[in-house]
């Protein structure tokens, strides 16, 4: 075993974290890891006792609210990612007035609590509005809609694919000027160097984007309260039924969640992210 080896094994065992130099950082560490865990604990065991069955997973509603979330979630992810991927290396790599309002408008609905940001979009996209009015026209219903759920999730989630990307792009700098150095244009360099060296991060942004999309609430409730999505019907389930009777739909996104988790960790490894 070569010393590196040695090393990162000393690294990563128990002892190393509960016996040797890292044991102050893992005890802290494990009061926010255990504090994390408990309500999963308490939830799930709580709800053994409660007259959950297989049956109650296959509820219509809880079929529909997952459909409607699995199939919104992954065009707001491609929607963020289409147009969020130019916009952060447009930052990365330009200088311009008002470059700082742009930034802090990115970060806003990060900031922000999603219902407000729900009121911005009936705001802007209500059936009332101009806008609104003109896709009434054509036949379109911005809110309470399909769409509504994908405005809402896009406008809460995307910011995650635009800071990852852009602090991928601000890293990778060195590298395209090099390879302008040697002749290459802008758009070559783009897709040759700055793309592939970032695709950790993208594809990071990505994973974020989509678990946030997925989890959103209260954007969603203010523009598309019908149809439900899954954080709708659990709300609804909550009200009308009950803590423990949300087991079912919230089983199924724990499981969603957990899946992007380890996605993101297996992308970031298999694309070259080293340890």
């Not at 219509?60 to 130019?86: K, M, N």
């Not at 806008?131 to 399909?146: F, P, R």
Request: no cysteine.
């Amino acid at each position: 075993m070569t010393r590196m080896h040695e090393t990162k094994s000393n690294r990563t065992g128990f002892n190393s974290v509960f016996g040797g130099d890292y044991t102050v950082f893992g005890l802290l560490g494990a009061i926010l890891a255990v504090y994390l865990l408990y309500p999963f604990v308490t939830f799930f065991a709580g709800a053994q006792g409660n007259g959950i069955s297989v049956a109650d997973f296959t509820r219509p509603e809880i079929i529909s609210a997952a459909r409607y979330s699995l199939t919104t979630a992954p065009i707001s992810t491609a929607v963020a990612t289409a147009f969020g991927v130019p916009l952060a290396y447009f930052l990365s790599r330009s200088e311009f007035r008002g470059k700082l309002l742009v930034d802090s408008l990115v970060i806003l609905p990060l900031v922000l609590p999603p219902v407000v940001g729900g009121v911005m979009l009936l705001t802007g996209f209500g059936s009332f509005t101009p806008v609104g009015q003109v896709a009434n026209s054509l036949g379109l219903t911005l809110t309470d809609s399909y769409i509504g759920i994908i405005f809402a999730q896009t406008f809460v989630a995307s910011p995650f694919v635009v800071i990852t990307s852009r602090a991928g792009f601000d890293s990778v700098e060195e590298y395209e000027r090099a390879s302008r150095s040697l002749g290459k244009g802008p758009v070559e360099t783009f897709f040759r160097v700055s793309l592939p060296l970032t695709s950790g991060h993208i594809l990071a942004g990505v994973a974020l984007t989509f678990a946030r999309s997925i989890g959103e609430f209260g954007a969603t409730m203010m523009t598309a309260y019908n149809p439900h999505t899954m954080p709708t019907q659990i709300w609804v389930t909550f009200i009308s039924r009950g803590v423990y009777a949300t087991l079912p739909i919230v089983a199924v996104l724990v499981t969603f969640g957990l899946a992007v988790v380890v996605g993101i960790r297996y992308s970031g490894k298999s694309i070259g992210v080293k340890e």
